[in-house]
Antibody
């Protein structure tokens, strides 16, 4: 079955960097697009970034463009997001999510979610 | 990338029906049939409930249904049950090849 496990969260100072990981199992990253979505404490969901199934294109929210970079390691079936120049407003639980199947429940949906990892940006 | 507009809260009694609206623009909700809905219980990850405006993933109760008219999508929950009490979020694909979420709606049963 599909499983997504995020890790790498923690406390970082403003201006610092952090890399989050999302270990995927039950499917291959080369077959599905992957998202990162975040949720600030007590707030709603915010879409952050997406990488296409073939790894050839990435898309970013304006709020993180130029500071965050999504990537993946096919050999370990792991998704990453490198976060640089972190700001206090980046404090949130970060979820990775897999798209649905284009032949089934829509490749434009976020069909499977991990449990999230908390990033706290504070001095 | 403004968030889609949802009511902050809705409420209903067990057995009743409620509808949550999700208003965007012609660049997102109105321009594509790629609206999804997610349910989130406190402290839990979101759960995928509706895709492509009105389709239900396998395993989701048929008490949940979706629709769209113009720039506004809607989620209807019929036969409300206590376990339906949660936060609900809509999401849409956009003309910039990005995704946008609504601000979320807290459902009280």
């Amino acid at each position: 079955q599909v499983q997504l496990v995020e890790s790498g969260g923690g406390v970082v100072q403003p201006g610092g960097s952090l890399r989050l990981s999302c270990a995927a199992s039950g499917f291959t990253l080369t077959n599905f697009g992957m998202h990162w979505v975040r949720q600030a404490p007590g707030k709603g969901l915010e879409w952050v970034t997406f990488i296409r199934y073939d790894g050839n294109k990435e898309y970013y929210a304006d709020s993180v463009k130029g500071r965050f970079a999504i990537s993946r390691d096919i050999s370990t079936n792991t998704l990453y997001v490198e976060m640089n120049n972190l700001r206090t407003e980046d404090t949130a639980v970060y979820y990775c999510a897999r798209t649905g199947s284009c032949s089934g429940d829509s490749c434009y949906s976020l069909a499977y979610w991990g449990q999230g990892t908390l990033v706290t940006v504070s001095s | 990338q403004s968030a889609l507009t949802q009511p902050a809260s809705v409420s209903g009694s067990p057995g009743q029906s409620i509808t949550i609206s999700c208003t965007g623009t012609s660049s997102d909700v109105g321009g594509y049939n790629y609206v999804s809905w997610y349910q989130q219980h406190p402290g839990k990850a979101p759960k995928f409930m509706i895709y492509d405006v009105s389709k239900r993933p396998s395993g989701v109760s048929d008490r949940f249904s979706g629709s769209k008219s113009g720039n506004t999508a809607s989620l209807t929950i019929s036969g409300l049950q206590a376990e339906d009490e949660a936060d609900y979020y809509c999401s849409s694909y956009t003309s910039r090849s990005t995704w946008v979420f609504g601000g979320g709606t807290k459902l009280t049963v």
